[in-house]
Nanobody
Framework: QVQLVESGGGMVQAGGSLTLSCAASGSILNINTMGWYRQTPDTQRELVAVVLSGGTTTYSDSVKGRFTISRDNAKKTVYLQMNSLKPEDTAVYYC????????????????????WGQGTQVTVSS
């Protein structure tokens, strides 16, 4: 079983910063793309940023230049450094992994797809 545990959300004033972390746990052999998405009660879940296993990053236009995604493969953790936060960044932020190779109970390996964390609330006040 693979789990993603997020931390680092909270409340901050506009212009402030927060760093989100998401750690993957389980008998993980390899992880492909790790990313962050966000959702509000009025919007569908949207991509914030993703980082491929080799380090290539992609950002939504709304966060480019303000947010930085990074990963530590040894720790199986992805980070989202959020600077110059705006009230419109207020949302529940979800960590996602698109593909994981895990060791199964027979000491073989199996693929697990599209895993989500439980979400962490980020609130930016004006």
């Amino acid at each position: 079983q693979v789990q993603l545990v997020e931390s680092g959300g909270g409340m901050v004033q506009a212009g402030g910063s927060l760093t989100l972390s998401c750690a993957a746990s389980g008998s993980i052999l390899n992880i492909n793309t790790m990313g962050w998405y966000r959702q509000t009660p009025d919007t569908q879940r949207e991509l914030v940023a993703v980082v491929l296993s080799g380090g290539t990053t992609t950002y939504s236009d709304s966060v480019k230049g303000r947010f930085t995604i990074s990963r530590d493969n040894a720790k199986k953790t992805v980070y989202l450094q959020m600077n110059s936060l705006k009230p419109e960044d207020t949302a529940v932020y979800y960590c996602n992994v698109d593909w994981v190779l895990v060791r199964d109970q027979n000491m073989g390996a199996k693929e697990v797809f599209d895993i989500w964390g439980q979400g962490t609330q980020v609130t930016v006040s004006s």
